[in-house]
């Protein structure tokens, strides 16, 4: 088994769907890609997306758009891509000089309440 060395929780916000749009756009055009988030912590983000990312975007800067599961409020996260699985699933490093911890704060605060409560 596999030691956690992360010094963030993860949590699983359970059905919230995420927009990755690739910043700036390649010269083929924008590239928008939706998917469901797997997890996320304060330094990132996992997600399965729809279809595969289909070109090599591994050194991409990226927009996350997410609608905020109880406010109803858009909220775009700025990163870069960490590693991609097999074309589907990809994590998402935040980029922390475009984000106030606050921002961080308000999402957290509310997808953490869309994470299934463990019962120990």
């Known amino acids: 088994?596999?030691?956690?060395?992360?010094?963030?929780?993860?949590?699983?916000?359970?059905g919230l769907v995420a927009h990755i749009i690739i910043e700036p756009p390649p010269p083929g055009g924008e590239i928008i890609i939706d998917g469901q988030v797997v997890d996320m912590s304060y330094s990132g983000i996992k997600i399965r997306l729809k279809e595969p990312l289909g070109q090599a975007v591994d050194e991409a800067e990226l927009r996350i758009s997410i609608?905020?599961?109880?406010?109803?409020v858009a909220?775009?996260?700025?990163g870069n891509i960490k590693h991609i699985r097999e074309d589907r699933e990809c994590g998402l490093q935040y980029n922390p000089s475009?984000?106030?911890?606050d921002e961080?704060?308000?999402?957290m605060f509310e997808c953490v309440k869309l994470a299934p409560q463990r019962k120990d």
């Open 1 to 14: 088994m596999e030691n956690e060395n992360r010094t963030r929780i993860r949590f699983n916000p359970e």
């Open 67 to 72: 609608i905020l599961p109880e406010s109803r």
């Open 104 to 107: 961080f704060d308000d999402l």
């Open 75 to 78: 909220m775009s996260i700025h």
């Open 98 to 101: 475009k984000h106030s911890e």
